[in-house]
């Protein structure tokens, strides 16, 4: 069984650090005394909220652009839509199927996607559309798939941490641009970080008190 020389306490399972303190255990693993139970969720509401969620964006969509006219440059967000609704579907159908490193996917989904759009708008002389629409959508599309997973699918504890601090992430990003003044309109960006915010405040709080437990668990508060 291995054992944490800080805490000198023996822990079961295939702990690699100490749960307690965060030190690097000693000794042989052993099979942990609880059997590892499956998330279990329905794929057809997973698809169903997923389906409405983007049915009702592309008719908000549409109803929006009535209040432009057709050479409005603010009309841009709202012609970009589709890319948000596909980040969103990616993000809920990766975690569906796999279920497994979904952060890192979003992180390597945002930086593709983002830097593919950033590199098309430098090619095409440069008219900040990249930092002021694309980015802001793809970090609030990949939040709202946050949100949908954490809502339809029961995730472990610890998931909902992760989850968070990404969420955090997301929402900062595009609120940098704008701070640089990199941004040519500041509502798109505002938006995605203001989303942000309310995802955290929901996240943090549909597991209560377990969950900011396991997060001052890991920061050692």
Partial sequence: MRRCPACTVQVEGDWIRCPLCGTSLVGEPVPGPYPAVPLRFSRRRVLRVLALTSLGVIVLSFVAQLLFGPDDDGIGALRSVWLGIATTWLVVV????KRRNLAKFIVYLVVAAGGVCVYWDYLSGWDG???TFVV??????????????????????????????????????????MALGWVDT??????????????VVL???????????????????
């Fill in 136 to 177: 802001p959508i793809i970090c609030a599309a990949s939040i709202v798939g946050l949100l949908i997973t954490a809502r339809v699918i029961r995730m472990e504890l610890g998931d909902y941490v992760v989850y968070s601090g990404l969420t955090v992430l997301l929402g900062l990003t595009p609120i940098v641009f």
């Fill in 129 to 131: 559309w990249s930092l």
């Fill in 186 to 199: 500041v509502i798109p960006s505002a938006i995605c970080g203001g989303l942000s915010l309310v995802v």
């Fill in 203 to 221: 996240l943090l709080t549909v597991r209560g008190g377990a969950v900011r437990h396991e997060l001052a668990t890991r920061l050692h508060l």
């Fill in 94 to 97: 990766m975690a569906v199927s």
